[in-house]
């Protein structure tokens, strides 16, 4: 069965640091996310991508964030000067289509970012 | 204001009985997905099973099924036979038309044996 794929499963920076978190969304998946989760907390939605384009984006992707698909698999998340608040699990996730009757969003098993 | 409402942290439930998760939610659409996650120790997150608003029959997974109260606003989770690996976060999620999901804080399940 096709799965959302993420690597590193988990990265240790030290504060101030740039880090590329990376996905291989679902091959036939059109719509592709992150959220995040800090330790013991609810999941966040961050930011939605589909056409090459940030389709929506919620208040804490601000200017450090930035999405990005290099190439037909990879779809990947920068945070360009990392701080200590950044430390959580980050999800990526994709569906087919953008219906909310059909596309579930299946998620990747997260990258574990500590910010020291 | 909260979109999704978990009113219970955790959750015990013994081995081979049933556990209802209670879920509730805050929307002015009329089209929208209701969906719930098992996130288990392991930290990945695991869809379960999915309601849409307009669906008229409640969804079923195997061992899951979704009761679905749209004019109340619910959506609670049912395990049925409850097994040991069953024990796990659970999230029930939201998602409008045009908008992306929204988590509820989460139930832990704990089954006991």
């Known amino acids: 069965e096709p799965e959302v794929t993420q690597t590193p499963s988990h990265q240790v920076t030290q504060m101030g640091q740039e880090v590329i978190l990376r996905c291989v969304p679902i091959s036939n998946h059109l719509y592709f996310y992150w959220y995040r989760q800090i330790l013991g907390q609810k999941v966040e939605f961050l930011v939605s991508f589909y056409n090459n384009e940030i389709s929506e984006k919620s208040e804490i992707f601000d200017d450090q964030f930035s999405v990005e698909r290099p190439d037909g698999s990879n779809f990947t998340l920068k945070i360009r000067s990392t701080k200590l608040e950044d430390s959580a699990m980050y999800f990526c996730?994709?569906?087919?289509?953008?219906?909310?009757?059909?596309?579930?969003?299946?998620f990747g098993p997260g990258t574990r970012l500590t910010v020291l | 204001a909260q979109k999704i409402t978990q009113t219970q942290p955790g959750m015990f439930v013994q081995e081979k009985e049933a556990v209802t998760l209670d879920c509730t939610y805050d929307t002015s659409d009329q089209s929208y997905g209701l969906f719930w996650y098992k996130q288990p120790s392991s930290g990945e997150m695991i869809f379960l099973i999915y309601?849409?608003?307009?669906?008229?029959q409640n969804a079923t997974e195997g061992r899951y099924s979704l009761n679905f109260q749209k004019a109340r606003k619910s959506a609670n989770l049912v395990i049925s036979a409850s097994q040991l690996g069953d024990s796990a976060m659970y999230f029930c999620?939201?998602?409008?038309?045009?908008?992306?999901?929204?988590f509820g804080a989460g139930t832990r399940l704990t089954v006991k044996p």
């Open positions: 309601q849409g608003s307009y669906d008229e």
């Open positions: 999620a939201m998602r409008e038309f045009g908008n992306d999901m929204r």
């Open positions: 996730a994709s569906t087919a289509g953008g219906s909310v009757y059909t596309d579930t969003q299946y």
